[in-house]
């Protein structure tokens, strides 16, 4: 998520993640599904999804996101939050 944010200026915005495991028991992971995604602009504002409805796996959601009235932007901050769940999993 770091590098695609700061140094390709794209908000992966789902945590869409596989694994897969080596013969020497390494692990190598990989974020997919990146037809969310939303580049940020020149001045660091990320553009509001053009998805109509919620995206994601509900129980690996950052709080904020889950608002059912008028959630706020969705901003790098959620995808760390929704990461960290991932990784308590």
Same mark, same amino acid.
């Given at each position: 998520h770091y590098?695609? %944010? =700061?140094? *390709?200026?794209?908000?992966?915005?789902?945590n869409?993640?596989?694994?897969?495991r &080596?013969d020497?028991?390494?692990?190598k992971?990989?974020?997919?599904?990146?037809?969310?995604?939303? %580049? =940020?602009? *020149?001045?660091?504002?990320?553009?509001?999804?053009?998805?109509?409805?919620?995206? &994601?796996?509900?129980?690996?959601m950052?709080?904020d996101?889950?608002?059912?009235?008028?959630?706020?932007p969705?901003?790098?901050?959620?995808?760390?939050?929704?990461?960290?769940?991932?990784?308590?999993?």
């Amino acid at each position: 998520h770091y590098h695609a %944010y =700061v140094d *390709a200026k794209v908000l992966h915005s789902e945590n869409n993640l596989m694994f897969k495991r &080596g013969d020497a028991g390494t692990v190598k992971g990989i974020l997919n599904d990146w037809d969310m995604a939303s %580049y =940020v602009e *020149a001045n660091n504002e990320i553009p509001l999804s053009t998805a109509t409805h919620r995206t &994601g796996t509900i129980p690996f959601m950052a709080c904020d996101l889950l608002a059912d009235d008028d959630p706020p932007p969705h901003l790098f901050r959620h995808d760390l939050e929704s990461f960290y769940y991932i990784l308590v999993w």
